[in-house]
């Protein structure tokens, strides 16, 4: 399957912790465009604002401590993305906190422009 096939069925398939932070970024509502479930380079990102080159994950247990994950954050930052991970638990029980920190990454990376 390749990556745009793979990103569509990922958009089908999104967890509760990505419905619900997807539901905050879509429409403009934090500061910008948002896309989900987009493809980066050889890898496919959670949440992406292009303007502020800035990814969103949303990450479960598997993640814990990832060297795959590292070495995809690695390669993202080299081609200029700032990443943020949050924890899928974090997302649904503190969700203002979680778009407080977008929100400012957002500002502060299109302040830099």
């Known amino acids: 399957m390749d990556r745009r096939q793979r990103a569509k069925e990922l958009r089908r398939n999104m967890t509760d912790a990505e419905h619900r932070l997807w539901y905050h970024?879509?429409?403009?509502?934090?500061?910008?465009k948002f896309r989900r479930q987009q493809p980066l380079g050889r890898y496919i990102v959670d949440f992406v604002h292009l303007g502020a080159r800035l990814v969103v994950e949303a990450?479960?247990?598997q993640h814990n401590g990832s060297d795959r994950d590292?070495?995809?954050?690695?390669?993202?930052?080299?081609n200029g993305y700032r990443v943020l991970?949050?924890?899928?638990?974090?997302?649904?029980?503190?969700t203002d906190a979680v778009l407080e920190t977008i929100l400012g990454a957002v500002a502060e990376r299109q302040g830099r422009e």
Request: aromatic residues 10%.
């Open 85 to 94: 991970r949050f924890w899928n638990n974090e997302i649904l029980q503190d």
């Open 59 to 61: 990450d479960g247990g």
């Open 25 to 32: 970024l879509r429409a403009h509502r934090l500061g910008g």
């Open 70 to 78: 590292a070495a995809r954050d690695a390669w993202l930052q080299a």
